[in-house]
């Protein structure tokens, strides 16, 4: 009796109140569905080519899908900065998730991030001439080993096109297909030679849960991929003749690895030093081909220095952070020029020591990751 009473006073207001709900869902679907359909659209390029995107994506991604490659290193999360372009018309207010990565003179110079701005008018764009030469490449792995628990050497051979021609400490970027059927992007750089212009090397962290990273340690010999690139500012400076300082730590080592033997393959008669932090033994690798290369160029000298050495490491080298390594073992006031590849707070560090040992900050070169 008292639960049919129940059932009575409340069930009316309950049906009508999820009816109400129901029939605002789908307005909303509708009206959404409507709003987000901006139909055909202009991009406007460098005003000399044209293309025609669907509205309602992203820049970066209606280039993308054009074939237009923009460096996107957190692929278009809006985390990194990378995808500036200067929208000249069509861009509309500058957004919030952007305001962190614009300078104000960039916001004036109509600088946005391509992965934050939709399209969903006519857009005219600038995109810089160095990216129009970026490429798409299938690739199919050569090998992929372990350097460590948690660090891959994986080599791929360029099926089509079968060659890319970059500089040392360059990065290219790689379609991570997800389970939903989308591409995500993630950048590595490149640890092989432009000498090897048919192969592309990279060392790859696992980050516990990452989706990049465990999607290429997954990979298995023969399997085929889709990379872009060569993308990024960090690369040898050709031109110098200064001593050369590489400082780095964990995946960093990649595009160390291709600045330093790219040197000795072109027989640099100047000093070269790597100091590389790890956290222990079981981080550590390449130590035989370093050991190699010190033995063949009396020029070229490496420290390792581990940050938190296991009991059982039994480790006679250096310790501690690699930037207070760097500050007891580098001398004051040479003429250095100096790459740094590693994580930000290592970097920024790294750059504080040198600037007390008088290198000068436009021969700091360094990408953060
Ligand atoms: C220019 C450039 C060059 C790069 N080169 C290399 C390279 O040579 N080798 C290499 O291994 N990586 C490199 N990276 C990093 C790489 O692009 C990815 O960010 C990294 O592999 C993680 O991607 P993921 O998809 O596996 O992880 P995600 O799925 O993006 O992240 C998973 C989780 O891990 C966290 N996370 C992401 N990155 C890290 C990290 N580094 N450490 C700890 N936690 C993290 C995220 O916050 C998230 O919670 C480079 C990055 C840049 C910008
Ligand atoms: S792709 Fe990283 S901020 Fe846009």
Redesign the pocket.
């Known amino acids: 009796m008292f639960s049919s009473n129940i059932i009575s006073t409340f069930l009316p207001p309950v049906l009508v109140m999820g009816g109400i709900s129901l029939v605002l869902a789908i307005i909303i679907i509708i009206a959404s569905k409507f709003l987000a359909e901006y139909g055909p659209c202009k991009l406007i390029i460098n005003e000399e080519k044209t293309i025609e995107v669907t509205g309602g994506y992203s820049l970066?991604s209606s280039l993308i899908s054009n074939k237009i490659f923009i460096p996107?290193?957190?692929?278009?999360?809006?985390?990194?900065?990378?995808?500036k372009l200067t929208v000249l018309d069509g861009g509309g207010p500058v957004l919030p998730t952007e305001r962190p990565?614009l300078t104000p003179k960039e916001v004036d110079e109509n600088v946005r991030?391509?992965?934050?701005v939709k399209v969903k008018s006519d857009m005219q764009v600038k995109v810089p001439e160095e990216y129009l030469s970026i490429q798409e490449f299938r690739a199919a792995v050569l090998y992929s080993k372990d350097l460590t628990y948690d660090m891959k050497e994986v080599r791929f051979t360029l099926k089509e096109p079968s060659a890319i021609k970059f500089k040392p400490g360059q990065y290219i970027q790689f379609n991570i297909p997800t389970k939903k059927g989308e591409t995500i992007y993630r950048a590595y750089s490149m640890s092989s030679l432009p000498s090897t212009p048919n192969e592309v090397e990279l060392i790859v962290r696992l980050v516990p849960g990452g989706i990049g990273s465990t999607y290429i340690h997954s990979l298995k010999e023969g399997d085929e991929v889709n990379i872009s690139g060569p993308y990024g500012e960090f690369f040898l400076q050709e031109r110098s003749d200064y001593d050369i300082v590489c400082v780095g730590g964990g995946a960093g080592m990649a595009p160390l690895k291709a600045i330093i033997y790219s040197l000795f393959e072109k027989g640099a008669d100047r000093k070269v030093d790597l100091y590389f932090g790890v956290r222990s033994m079981k981080d550590l690798f390449y130590i035989e081909e370093f050991d190699q290369l010190a033995k063949e160029h009396s020029n070229f000298h490496y420290s390792y220095a581990l940050s938190d050495p296991e009991e059982t490491d039994k480790w006679e080298g250096e310790t501690g952070f690699i930037h207070l390594v760097l500050d007891k073992l580098i001398k004051e006031g040479e003429k250095k020029e100096a790459y740094l590849c590693g994580p930000p707070i290592m970097i920024d560090a790294v750059i504080k020591v040198l600037n007390e040992k008088g290198v000068s900050q436009d021969h700091i070169y360094y990408d953060k990751f």
């Open positions: 970066l996107s290193a957190c692929g278009g999360r809006g985390s990194c900065g990378y995808c990565y991030l391509s992965c934050q």
